[in-house]
Nanobody, 129 residues
């Protein structure tokens, strides 16, 4: 299946910022969903943020631990999705993965990785204390 291109990971101090980018086109006739997941050693992959849309509308969603700090957005002209991460904490340290579904997923389906059909290889984000 399609592999998404990710970039922007790195090492920052707590309180700093990073911006992650994912190249993903919205090809689904019923809409699109682009999300970011993260995974740390020994832990399950978890949903972080997602953007889903159809027609001219869209909605963004965040896991509670990043609300107010992370922002997901899409540049339709460039077919890229950006995750702006501010006020980073050591607990944000993980490998971050971009995921895509060629439809506007219902809200309850965002959280499960099995509902996505294309993934990036992952980019490391490390936040030092």
């Amino acid at each position: 299946q399609e592999q998404l291109a990710e970039s922007g990971g790195g090492l920052v101090q707590a309180g700093g910022s990073l911006s992650l980018s994912c190249a993903a086109s919205g090809r689904g006739y019923s809409g699109y969903t682009i999300s970011w997941f993260r995974q740390s050693p020994g832990q399950a992959r978890e949903f972080v943020a997602g953007i889903r849309g159809s027609g001219g509308g869209f909605a963004t969603h965040y896991t509670d631990s990043v609300k107010g700090r992370f922002t997901i957005s899409r540049d339709n002209a460039k077919n890229t999705v950006t995750l702006q991460m501010n006020r980073l904490k050591p607990e944000d340290t993980a490998v971050y993965y971009c995921a895509s579904a060629n439809t506007r997923l219902i809200l309850s389906s965002l959280w499960s990785e099995e509902n996505y059909d294309a993934w990036g290889q992952g980019t490391q984000v490390t936040v030092s204390s």
